[in-house]
């Protein structure tokens, strides 16, 4: 199954939505880098719900070391500067979904460096961004989708 990276979330709700997620569906969740929040939140514990011990979560400190320990995968990073929609992508299923933090995203030097293998979710030009809950969400369900997954 695909493996959701979270580099930096810094608003535990959303996370706890995204660790739900994953228990839902059989995904991975890594936590890379600085948290901006404590894995004892109550935010976060509340929007994961009962879903914890159904739930395969990895931290990390760096997401180049995810990188290096998984030298076979495919690591695609989400982003609102990308022209390459996430529909587009053949996903495979030890692919990794990167996703930055809530207010800055993923740093312009990382998504230049790996452009190819950057990936987008259209909407209308004169919004900004979409939750990041949403975002993964969509992004999971494609993978699951294309790979015919049975849940």
Do not use: H
Request: glycine fraction near 4%; proline fraction near 3%; include cysteine.
């Amino acid at each position: 199954m695909i493996s959701i990276v979270l580099f930096e979330p810094e608003i535990p709700q959303n996370t706890g939505n995204i660790a739900r997620l994953c228990a839902c569906t059989g995904a991975k969740l890594y936590l890379a880098g600085k948290l901006g929040f404590t894995l004892s939140d109550k935010y976060l514990k509340r929007a994961g719900l009962d879903y914890w011990d159904k739930l395969d979560i990895i931290r990390i400190d760096t997401l180049e070391e995810l990188i290096q320990n998984n030298p076979e995968s495919n690591f695609y990073y989400f982003t609102t500067k990308s022209k390459n929609i996430y529909t587009k992508i053949k996903y495979k299923a030890n692919d990794f979904f990167v996703f930055g933090p809530e207010t800055r995203g993923l740093d312009e030097k990382l998504l230049k460096e790996n452009s190819k293998f950057c990936a987008t979710i259209p909407m209308k030009k004169e919004t900004r961004s979409l939750n990041l809950s949403n975002s993964v969400a969509i992004a999971v369900y494609e993978a699951i989708r294309q790979l015919d997954i049975k849940l």
